[in-house]
Antibody, heavy 119, light 111 residues
Framework: QVQLQESGPGLVKPSETLSLTCTVS????????WSWIRQSPGKGLEWIGY???????NYNPSLKSRLTISVDASKNQFSLRLNSVTAADTAFYYC?????????????WGQGTMVTVSS | QSVLTQPPSASGTPGQKVTISCSGS????????VNWYQQLPGTAPKLLIY???QRPSGVPDRFSGSKSGTSASLAISGLQSEDEADYYC????????????FGGGTQLSVL
């Protein structure tokens, strides 16, 4: 059974960098496409981007200029860095995994972690 | 505004059939698979339907999906109280470099 667990600071100051890591257990990180998805409080879902362990990456155009997603296959982890954050980046951040590239089918989800941007 | 349009709310009584719609453009829903997610209160979304009409293992056959042209639908038959949740459609948008997009979500109430 594939399990995902997000970790990282719950509070980030405006203009600083939001950094989260997702640890994958029950599966090799090499087998899937790994995404970050966020949900502002009381709002809908927004796809942030995905990465494949061999380096294929795709970002949401609206976040691309501030975004870096990377993978560490040795640790079975992938990470998110979003710089120059503002209050608009306050959200639940989920890591998720799927079988296919260019797909909005996310078969596995972490429980999510709340990140607040505030001074 | 979401790229995919869903009604903000829907409702039904136990045992009824409810349908939730999702509409989009020809280069999103028209070209790509539609997927549906169920988000119970306080939990992460769960994949309910993928590739328009396929159910992952473990999803009851009360849930079904369909797509026609630039619209898709999620149907829930034999409505149960535990179906009360938010439902989201999602698809791949081929514009720019390609990215995943979600509908705004439909809050389903079981009366």
């Amino acid at each position: 059974q594939v399990q995902l667990q997000e970790s990282g600071p719950g509070l980030v100051k405006p203009s600083e960098t939001l950094s989260l890591t997702c640890t994958v257990s029950g599966a090799s990180i090499s087998g899937y496409y790994w995404s970050w998805i966020r949900q502002s409080p009381g709002k809908g879902l927004e796809w942030i981007g995905y990465i494949y362990y061999r380096g294929s990456i795709n970002y949401n155009p609206s976040l691309k200029s501030r975004l870096t997603i990377s993978v560490d296959a040795s640790k079975n982890q992938f990470s998110l860095r979003l710089n120059s954050v503002t209050a608009a980046d306050t959200a639940f951040y989920y890591c998720a995994g799927g079988y296919s590239e260019w797909s909005a089918a996310f078969d596995f989800w972490g429980q999510g972690t709340m990140v607040t941007v505030s001074s | 505004q979401s790229v995919l349009t869903q009604p903000p709310s829907a409702s039904g009584t136990p045992g009824q059939k409810v349908t939730i719609s999702c509409s989009g453009s020809s280069f999103i829903i028209g070209r790509n698979y539609v997927n549906w997610y169920q988000q119970l209160p306080g939990t992460a979304p769960k994949l309910l339907i993928y590739a328009n009409d396929q159910r992952p293992s473990g999803v009851p056959d009360r849930f079904s999906g369909s797509k026609s042209g630039t619209s898709a639908s999620l149907a829930i038959s034999g409505l149960q109280s535990e179906d009360e949740a938010d439902y989201y459609c999602a698809a791949w948008d081929d514009s720019l470099s390609g990215y995943a997009v979600f509908g705004g979500g439909t809050q389903l109430s079981v009366l």
